[in-house]
């Protein structure tokens, strides 16, 4: 490790092109990357690897069986972008399996160490959310009016963030669209938030446009109509919707998709934004899904809003690099700004 009496001016620093750690974490996966900056400001991800969370008992096990596979020498600089709420030094988040602490990150030989909300590192890859680089999802693939860009993305969470262009770059302002309450869209939505409301007060967003939430309305809808429920897991329910074998399976599919494109234009509404990006785990594995589902009827469902949201883009970002070069490109501006 560098001497960590060393200041971010010398050659060792990541403004220079010294190679740094970054990590994308989730309720499920943990993405690690050595990463380095280009000379045209664009990051370089040298080394990637994708870990099962919960195959580890803590993130410090994780970092040091990438180190050691990956980056060595090891570098002085790790930034992790990760669900839930920072503060400080803490991670204010219940789907972790373990505890994110930056002390024992520190601790492990890190001169320095930085925390920040997946959902805006993900805003804050602005190479990854480049037209070229992404999919439409929407009926509009024009290019978007100026103004603030929307990145949402369902995982194990529903994460959010707004990117907000301004007179020294981008601004951006996470949040936490997962924890919205849900807002039914169809009669047999509302039935299945009524299921819900008879055990819980508080019915949010992600419980229903997310990968937990999927399997969550696949059980109710079977149990609302007496049924067996057959599949155990949210990649059981996709598979078994693709098979066209589960009626239940492919009705559950569909109400996410259309719940999502209802989100979304929320969220739009909400912010103003004038483009939509969508990130996350779950709507890859979902595209062929979309063309017979209502999203793009629900994303536009919006009284006289329609014609406003019909010229708003909403685009797949396919980067499956996105959150690690999102904390690189945050980590080299906080330092910048230093």
């Not at 993130?59 to 020498?73: L, N």
């Not at 009705?251 to 996410?256: C, D, G, K, L, Y």
């Amino acid at each position: 490790m560098s001497n960590p009496t060393q200041t971010h001016a010398e050659a060792d620093s990541p403004l220079n092109g010294a190679p740094f750690l970054a990590a994308d974490v989730g309720g499920t996966h943990a993405r690690l990357a050595q990463v380095r900056r280009l000379p045209d400001g664009d990051i370089e991800v040298l080394a990637h690897q994708v870990y099962q969370g919960g195959a580890f008992a803590s993130f410090e096990a994780i970092v040091a069986d990438f180190v050691a596979k990956h980056a060595q020498p090891a570098p002085r600089d790790i930034v992790i972008a990760t669900t839930g709420v920072v503060r400080g030094d803490t991670v204010i988040n219940n789907n972790l399996p373990w505890t994110l602490s930056a002390a024992a990150l520190r601790a492990q030989g890190f001169a320095e160490v930085a925390l920040v909300n997946d959902f805006a590192a993900a805003a804050n890859a602005g190479q990854c959310l480049r037209k070229e680089r992404c999919r439409p999802l929407s009926s509009f693939d024009g290019d978007a009016e100026p103004g603030p860009s929307l990145v949402v993305g369902p995982g194990t969470g529903l994460g959010s963030a707004l990117r907000v262009p301004c007179r020294d770059g981008v601004l951006v302002l996470p949040g936490e669209a997962g924890q919205m309450s849900f807002a039914p869209g169809t009669p047999r939505e509302i039935a299945l938030l009524q299921a819900w409301m008879a055990e819980t007060s508080y019915v949010s967003c992600e419980q229903v446009v997310a990968g937990p939430g999927l399997l969550k309305t696949y059980a109710t809808l079977c149990r609302m109509d007496d049924a067996d429920a057959r599949q155990t897991t949210s990649a059981g329910v996709i598979e078994a919707a693709r098979r066209g074998d589960d009626a239940h399976a492919l009705e559950a599919v569909r109400i996410f998709c259309a719940a999502l494109g209802s989100v979304l234009a929320d969220l739009a509404m909400a912010h103003g934004a004038t483009s939509v990006f969508v990130a996350g785990g779950m709507v890859p594995r979902l595209l062929e899904f979309f063309p017979g589902s209502d999203f793009q009827a629900r994303f536009l469902d919006k009284g006289v809003m329609r014609a406003v949201l019909e010229h708003v883009p909403v685009r797949l970002v396919e980067d499956p690099h996105q959150g690690v070069i999102g904390a690189a490109s945050w980590h080299l501006q906080r330092l910048a700004t230093r």
